[in-house]
C-alpha cells in the first residue's frame, strides 16, 4: 500500500530517463490501496499484481518479467534519478564489482528532533560499513544475480545480498544518490530497528553470517572524544538503542510482537 509515495519515487527515477531506456517493473504485492493504478499511469511502466503480501515473493515475480542486465532493485519510498542509475551501470559495466548501491542520504524533514540527533549518530556509526544493505536499493550484475536469485522468503532482502559478496565484489558509488524517509519517531525507528535485528538473527540462524563486528557502546563514546559527534547526538541514540534492546525483548518475552511486526510480510 504504497499509494502515497509511489508517483514520487516514478517520478524522480524517469524525470530525467529517455523514453524507453529502462524496463521499470512495479510488483503491486496485497496492495488494496491505488498502487498499481497509479503505477499504470506512468508512461513506461509495468504493473505485476499479486494478491500477498511478502517482499521476497515480489522481488522474485519482478525479477521473472525483467529480461536484461543489470538489474536494480528498488523499495517502493526511495527517490533515486536516472543519472544516478546510469552510473551504477557504468561501475558494473567498467569493473569486476558483481553488486553495488547507491550513497544513502536520509531525508529527516518529518523527524523529531531526537530522531535528527539519533540519525546523526546512526550514520557515522554504520555509513562506513553499510555495503548493500539499509539503502533500500541494490544492483546486480548477471554473475551477480546467479550469486543470489532467487532469494528466498526472509525479512532482511538486501541483508543476504550483501552477505553473499566479498567487498572486492561489491561497492557503494559515490556518484549515484539515493534518498530514504527517515522513521519520524523514537517508536518507528525502535520498529525499524526491530526489524533489523529479526532478519539479522534468521540470517544467522541460516549460515549467512555477517563479518562485520557487532557494535559496542565503546564504539559511540570514541566518536565523542573525538570530536566528531556531539554528546547530545551519541546520548539520543544511546536512548534509541537502548530502548530497542529492552522493548523487544519484553515484547518477545510476553507475547506482544504482533503489535510491533518484524516479520518478512511487514515490508
Not at 531506456?21 to 511502466?45: L, P, Q, Y
Not at 556518484?175 to 525502535?190: E, H, K, Q
Request: charged share 25%; glycine share 6%.
Amino acid at each position: 500500500n504504497e499509494a502515497s509515495i509511489i508517483a514520487v519515487t516514478l517520478d524522480a527515477l524517469l524525470d530525467d530517463a529517455n523514453l524507453g531506456e529502462f524496463d521499470v517493473i512495479v510488483v503491486a504485492n496485497g496492495c488494496t490501496d491505488r498502487t498499481a493504478t497509479i503505477a499504470r499511469s506512468k508512461v513506461g511502466v509495468r504493473v505485476v499484481e499479486a494478491t500477498s503480501a511478502g517482499k521476497a515473493a515480489a522481488l522474485r515475480l519482478g525479477d521473472a518479467e525483467c529480461s536484461a542486465f543489470p538489474r536494480l532493485y528498488l523499495d517502493a519510498d526511495v527517490r533515486i534519478s536516472a543519472s544516478s542509475i546510469r552510473e551504477m551501470i557504468r561501475t558494473l559495466q567498467a569493473t569486476d564489482i558483481e553488486a553495488c548501491a547507491p550513497t544513502l542520504i536520509w531525508d529527516v524533514d518529518e523527524c523529531t528532533a531526537l530522531v535528527r540527533r539519533a540519525y546523526r549518530a546512526h550514520n557515522i556509526l554504520f555509513s562506513p560499513h553499510r555495503g548493500l544493505a539499509g539503502v533500500g536499493a541494490y544492483m546486480l550484475s548477471e554473475a551477480g544475480h546467479r550469486r543470489v536469485f532467487p532469494i528466498p522468503d526472509l525479512i532482511a532482502d538486501d541483508e543476504w545480498v550483501h552477505r553473499h559478496f566479498a567487498p572486492h565484489l561489491r561497492c557503494t558509488v559515490k556518484g549515484a544518490r539515493s534518498v530514504t524517509r527517515a522513521a519520524p519517531n523514537v517508536r518507528a525507528m525502535i520498529r525499524r530497528r526491530a526489524r533489523v535485528r529479526a532478519g539479522n538473527r534468521e540470517l544467522d540462524a541460516l549460515g549467512v553470517r555477517s563479518t562485520l563486528p557487532a557494535f559496542r557502546l565503546r564504539d559511540l563514546m570514541r566518536l565523542v572524544w573525538s570530536r566528531r559527534l556531539l554528546p547530545l547526538d551519541a546520548m539520543c541514540f544511546a536512548s534509541v538503542a537502548l530502548a530497542d534492546r529492552v522493548l523487544t525483548g519484553w515484547w518477545a518475552s510476553f507475547g506482544e510482537d504482533a503489535k510491533w511486526p518484524t516479520g518478512r510480510h511487514a515490508a
